[in-house]
């Protein structure tokens, strides 16, 4: 069985600083793998996503995540955090030949960030 | 193009009332899944149906049902409502499983008393 864990549910980084998201993930067959982000009172937005090709996956605003299968971990970063980052994300596991798309997710981190 | 609509986006139900969320897409998506969202459990699958005319429970089915309506549409019913159904609910669409992500619509936040 497939499944996700977030550690961190609450992360808090001064603007500017660097943003470190954890995940890792359990999977019996090659996972594909995603990270959304969910504003105040919003749907999820895809941030990026692990499709089997490069290992270094870069998103929108600055985000970027490395897959790495040694430490089934794909942690999610950004060099220098922005007030806007504000938001809870989410890390999501599927099967990669699924034909359901199914998705498990994390928990969830909150990222909190200080002027 | 709208993406994923959901309504209503606010409910209050009381308890042992019924009521059907809706769900549209205009992507010509395959698949369509409901979700729950409530603090500290990240999404649960409710319900969730990979083509037009299939549907399968998902993690957490009890007290649901869905409808595939046609290709657009995917509801979610509930036929007693129940406190611990208070929630923020999710419709997602996918147009295939494998490379491609879930679009998610807005949400419909449900409040049971």
């Known amino acids: 069985a497939q499944s996700v864990t977030q550690l961190g549910s609450h992360v808090s980084v001064s603007e500017g600083a660097l943003v470190l998201l954890r995940c890792n993930y359990s999977s019996s067959v090659p996972p594909y793998l995603f990270w959304y982000v969910q504003y105040p009172n919003q749907g999820l937005q895809l941030l990026l996503k692990y499709t089997s090709a490069a290992t270094l996956v870069k998103g929108i605003n600055g985000f970027e995540a490395e897959f790495k299968k040694s430490e089934t971990s794909f942690h999610l970063t950004k060099p220098s955090a922005h007030m806007s980052d504000a938001a809870e994300y989410f890390c999501?596991?599927?099967?990669?030949?699924?034909?359901?798309?199914?998705?498990?997710f994390g928990q969830g981190t909150t990222l909190q960030v200080k002027p | 193009n709208a993406g994923v609509t959901q309504t209503p986006k606010f409910q209050v139900l009381k308890t042992g009332q019924s009521m059907t969320l809706q769900c549209a897409q205009d992507?010509?998506?395959?698949?369509m899944y409901w979700y729950r969202q409530d603090p500290g459990m990240g999404l649960r699958l409710i319900y969730y149906?990979?083509?037009?005319?299939?549907?399968d429970k998902g993690e957490v089915p009890n007290g649901y049902n869905v409808s595939r309506l046609n290709k657009r549409e995917f509801s979610l019913r509930l036929e007693s409502a129940a406190p611990s159904q208070t929630s923020v609910y999710f419709c997602a669409s996918l147009l295939q499983g494998g490379v491609y992500e879930q679009y998610f619509g807005p949400g419909t936040r449900l409040t049971v008393t």
């Open positions: 149906s990979a083509s037009e005319g299939t549907t």
């Open positions: 999501a596991v599927t099967h990669g030949s699924s034909n359901t798309g199914k998705l498990i």
């Open positions: 992507m010509n998506h395959n698949s």
